[in-house]
């Protein structure tokens, strides 16, 4: 008797029950896309703020003191400490050494670069420029895994009207570099000229030519821009390195960040060390490298925080307001379906139906609604996040199995208490008042 | 009595008697106009925040004399006029001095007030609150060993004694400089500002706008965009946006389709009256205005209740995430009236134009 009521009932209503299936799809639908896209934005957020470029920066423990004006550099690199370039793979292999998405290494030279000006007879200009030795996409190795890395990553927004040079020079003595925008401004330099550098009687003579035109925003666009190897030759310190600065995924700071980590106990000291901070990131560096100093570079590292807590949170409100309008429409879907069918309820309470049966009868129907309505709903969430992600933010949405129970745990939530009133009023109908057709 | 008025009484006979479903309708109409206008809303305000919130990046604009030439006196005050509230200008100077030692080292003149208003992300010890105290970068301490120690700088042969009152690191290259405030430091270098730091809300092209006037009033300056800062943030802020828009057009498409369903049963729910109403002469005209006006004053009513909850619920929210009320936006009113009563209109008339075609009879006779 109750499944030949429950089939005819879906039988009989078959437009009645569509429509209140589509609206438990599309509700589960909207809050699976809601949680998934929310559950997933830190992460893919955190990998677009690395767009304002390096948060960490490593130099050598022994201090020099730089002096720089409006990205002038007023003092000879000769003195001074040196990182060593072939410990930089090293960064890849700390504890958090996958959150690093890359780093790009410095050495500036002062040289004096010879200016052929095409053949004016005073004959070549020199002009006494920084030289700027870097990775721009070098290939590394760091155990089993290679990875590419240098400037091209960590700092997206420098860009280059021309191509980008090697990272490996030939043989031959002639380098490509970059030249910032304002140094080839001044000196009248095109992509494809050459300039010279270096002693010739020392047999240190490089020529160099240009392959793009640098505009970086910064310093760099005073200054030519070439392969690190070069600058090490030029300044005659193979190995070495000025800064290094790094590019890392990192979690916003709070309380436990702020703390000072040698003040803490072991065991936090070990959560401190295991949270991707941009600070315990720096912990890890200096362990790596015992002669070197790694710092946060806050006003990238401190805003980074502040703007994902932001928009993260702004997340997680509309999901709720989602999640609130699913429970509506469910909501609603299930309250006609009550509605249409008050004189059935009456009929089946007047012939002794009792408040639980009649209960019964509507959860069940309810529960097949949402089974199967859910499934769909849920299948099309997963499907509409992967469509957001995918437009938003150009690769596809990572949904952790742990997310499944508490995504259908969620659906179940919002059918059960989107039921919860049609249910109640169901159970309480008055038989007399629905026959009588006054209600 | 006059067709109106009979119009007017049955409308709200069917308004107070079938009150339950006269509330759900209700109900579904409000909750959601509440939730687009809250959306909505949000969407709108949440530009200006999440603009307002990429400020802490620090400044955006940097105003630079050219070689060779000095800025007008009065730079500071107009490139202020210019901002009108949209943000913060700080004049910095630079010199290049060196220490009694003969170590060199970069000194930098500052208003300090500003200056900590735009670099929200300095982590300073004290701040300097008294004439001739300097604020000193983390590593420029380290180098100079100072303990404690007052400053001895020489700047073209002029020497400025002046107290630490904190330390400052950045992690940047701030670290490697002194910093000190404006008059002590005109007055020990006798050097104007020769750089404008500028932080201005609003996307790239406001921003493009604001380095064009700039431009144009200071030829003797250059002024350029952080590029680091303003590209970075167009693009964190083109994609929340865009994840902003596609939940809020699914939530809106949500709660249309509530609404939708609760309005087209509840008409069929009534073919009866409509069917009697014809059985008794009404025209279809008579009859569909009838339904009509019913459905566009509970969508009007709906509306309005819907509205004043969005615009609550969107205050929360900016509350909750910004620490900063959300303003009402009466702009986006008419569009959730008018869509309201839109919709609630089309899901009146379409199932009634579709029951027209069934004879009264039929309908009455309960088949």
């Known amino acids: 008797m109750f499944f030949r009521l429950i089939y005819q009932s879906f039988y009989r209503q078959r437009r009645n029950k569509l429509l209140a299936g589509i609206a438990i799809v599309f509700g589960v639908a909207v809050a699976t896309a809601m949680i998934a896209v929310a559950t997933d934005i830190g992460d893919k957020m955190n990998r677009e703020l690395r767009a304002y470029g390096p ?27 040196f990182l060593k370039e072939s410990d930089l793979p090293k960064l890849k292999g700390i504890f958090w050494g996958h959150s690093i998405t890359g780093f790009a290494p410095f050495l500036p030279v002062n040289v004096n670069a010879a200016i052929d ?25 760091f155990g089993k895994d290679d990875f590419v890395t240098g400037v091209r990553n960590v700092y997206p927004w420098w860009s280059v009207q021309g191509a980008w040079p090697q990272d490996d020079r030939p043989a031959k003595n002639q380098v490509e570099v970059l030249a910032g925008v304002q140094f080839a401004n001044e000196h009248h330099l095109n992509v494809g000229d050459t300039l010279r550098v270096g002693e010739r009687e020392l047999g240190r003579e490089f020529e160099l030519k240009i392959s793009g035109v640098l505009n970086s925003g910064g310093p760099q666009d005073r200054a030519l821009v070439g392969p690190l190897a070069l600058a090490q030759e030029i300044a005659g310190q193979p ?11 990192t979690k916003p700071e709070d309380a436990l960040a702020r703390r000072n980590p040698s003040t803490m106990s072991p065991a936090m000291h070990d959560r401190w060390y295991c949270s991707p901070y941009a600070n315990s990131i720096a912990f890890q560096i200096n362990e790596a490298l015992p002669y070197a100093h790694a710092e946060q570079i806050r006003q990238v590292a401190q805003n980074e925080g502040s703007v994902l807590a932001r928009i993260n949170g702004l997340m997680w409100l509309v999901t709720l307001a989602a999640l609130l309008a699913a429970v509506l429409a469910v909501s609603a879907a299930m309250m006609n379906t009550l509605m249409a069918r008050r004189r059935e309820i009456g009929l089946m309470k007047a012939l ?30 997963i499907f509409l996040a992967q469509r957001i992600s995918l437009s938003i933010f150009g690769s596809a949405i990572h949904v952790e199995a742990a997310l499944f129970p508490v995504v259908l745990l969620v659906s179940f939530l919002i059918l059960l208490l989107g039921s919860a009133f049609a249910l109640q009023r169901a159970a309480r109908l008055d038989p007399t008042i629905v026959l009588r057709g006054d209600a | 009595m006059r067709p109106a008025k009979i119009l007017l009484r049955l409308m709200l006979r ?29 969407y709108v305000d949440m530009q200006a925040k999440l603009h307002h919130e990429f400020r802490s990046y620090g400044p955006n604009v940097v105003l630079t004399a050219k070689d060779g030439s000095s800025l007008p006196a009065d730079v500071l005050a107009r490139v202020d006029r210019e901002l009108a509230d949209r943000g913060t200008a700080v004049p910095v100077t630079y010199a290049a001095a060196r220490t009694p030692q003969g170590e060199p080292v970069v000194a930098v003149g500052i208003d300090m007030e500003r200056a900590r208003k735009l670099n929200s992300w300095w982590s300073v010890t004290a701040w300097p609150s008294v004439p001739n105290s300097a604020l000193i970068g983390s590593r420029a301490q380290a180098a100079l060993s100072l303990d404690g120690q007052p400053l001895d700088l020489i700047f073209d042969g002029r020497l400025l004694h002046a107290s630490i009152a904190g330390t400052l690191r950045t992690g940047g290259p701030e670290d ?3 910093y000190l405030s404006q008059p002590d430091f005109s007055a020990w270098t006798r050097l104007q500002p020769s750089v404008i730091e500028i932080a201005v809300a609003g996307g790239p092209r406001e921003i493009q706008e604001f380095i064009g006037k700039l431009a144009a009033q200071f030829p003797a300056a250059e002024v350029q965009p952080v590029r680091q800062i303003v590209e970075a943030e167009a693009r964190v802020f083109d994609k929340t946006r865009s994840a902003l828009l596609a939940s809020v057009a699914l939530i809106i498409a949500t709660s249309f389709l509530c609404v939708l369903a609760t309005l087209t049963s509840s008409v069929l729910d009534r073919r009866k009256d409509f069917a009697v109403m014809k059985a008794l002469g009404a025209t279809q005209v008579m009859a569909s205005l009838l339904f009509a006006g019913e459905s566009a004053t509970l969508g009007a009513a709906g509306a309005l209740l819907g509205y004043m909850t969005g615009i609550g619920v969107a205050a929360l929210i900016g509350r909750i995430n910004f620490h900063a009320g959300v303003e009402p936006r009466w702009a986006v009113f008419p569009a959730i009236f008018a869509g309201s009563v839109a919709l609630t209109l089309v899901t009146a008339i379409v199932p009634i134009t579709m029951l027209n075609r069934i004879q009264p009879a039929v309908i009455l006779k309960g088949e």
């Open chain 1, 352 to 381: 002794g139906a009792t408040r639980t049966s009649v209960a019964a009868l509507f959860l069940a129907e309810g529960a097949i609604l949402a089974v199967v309505g859910g499934g769909a709903g849920f299948a099309l969430g």
């Open chain 1, 239 to 249: 190995d070495a390195v000025r800064e290094v600065y790094v590019s890392a995924l």
């Open chain 1, 55 to 81: 948060n960490i920066v490593v130099y050598p423990q022994e201090e020099t003191l730089g002096v720089e004006i409006g990205g002038v550099n007023l003092k000879p690199i000769t003195s001074g400490a």
């Open chain 2, 176 to 178: 490697n400089r002194v």
């Open chain 2, 14 to 42: 069917s308004a107070t008697v079938r009150r339950g479903r006269a509330v759900i309708t209700l109900i579904a109409v409000a909750v959601a106009a509440a939730v687009t206008t809250a959306m909505l809303n949000l």
């Open chain 1, 117 to 141: 000006n095409g053949g004016a007879e005073a004959g070549p200009v020199t002009v006494p420029v920084e030289l700027i030795g870097t990775y721009f996409s070098k290939t590394m190795r």
